[in-house]
């Protein structure tokens, strides 16, 4: 039996991206960008096909991957930022909120939305995930987005 497959390839040529970047914890945050883009060039985006937008923090990711995905200028969007754990449960709060509503937007409009926030429990963890030896997750972000972009196209 010959069945239709479908897979996104890991090439961003032609593909258009946003990405919103938290500032609060830029430190972070700055990182997850730089791995973004570097991932988007090595596959082949081209940077005027990549624009990034800027928000206070990761709770007001959603409001403005919503914005962006309604324009249909783009083929995936990306939200990177980075929360840290603090005495109260806060973080926890906000890393759920912003998930569930990060992943709703995506199946509201079709559009892939990558979830590059850093949910850490501590300082350390967060520098592992932003680029030190547990790799990059603004890296792994826009992979995630090229490929799905990609499979989008290909499913049509």
């Known amino acids: 039996m010959k069945c239709k497959e479908y ?4 090439n961003a040529q032609g593909l258009r991206f946003g990405l919103v970047v ?4 830029d430190l972070f945050t700055g990182q997850l960008l730089k791995g973004a883009l570097d991932c988007l060039a090595r596959h082949g985006a081209d940077e005027k096909n990549i624009e ?4 206070p923090g990761a ?16 083929d995936a969007l990306v939200a990177l930022g ?7 449960p806060h973080a926890g709060l906000i890393n759920a909120q912003v998930a569930r509503a990060l992943t709703q937007i995506s199946l509201e ?15 350390d963890q967060a520098i592992e995930r932003c680029g030190s030896k547990a790799g990059n997750r603004g890296w792994h972000a826009a992979q995630t987005a090229i490929e ?9």
């Open 59 to 74: 709770f007001e990711q959603p409001l403005a991957i919503r914005k962006l995905a309604q324009t249909g200028r783009f």
């Open 22 to 25: 938290s500032r609060h914890n």
């Open 109 to 123: 409009t079709g559009l892939p939305v990558a979830d590059g926030i850093v949910a850490a429990d501590n300082l």
């Open 82 to 88: 980075a929360v840290v754990q603090g005495a109260t």
């Open 7 to 10: 897979s996104g390839r890991l």
């Open 148 to 156: 799905m972009a990609a499979l989008m196209k290909a499913i049509g």
């Open 52 to 55: 990034i937008v800027w928000v």
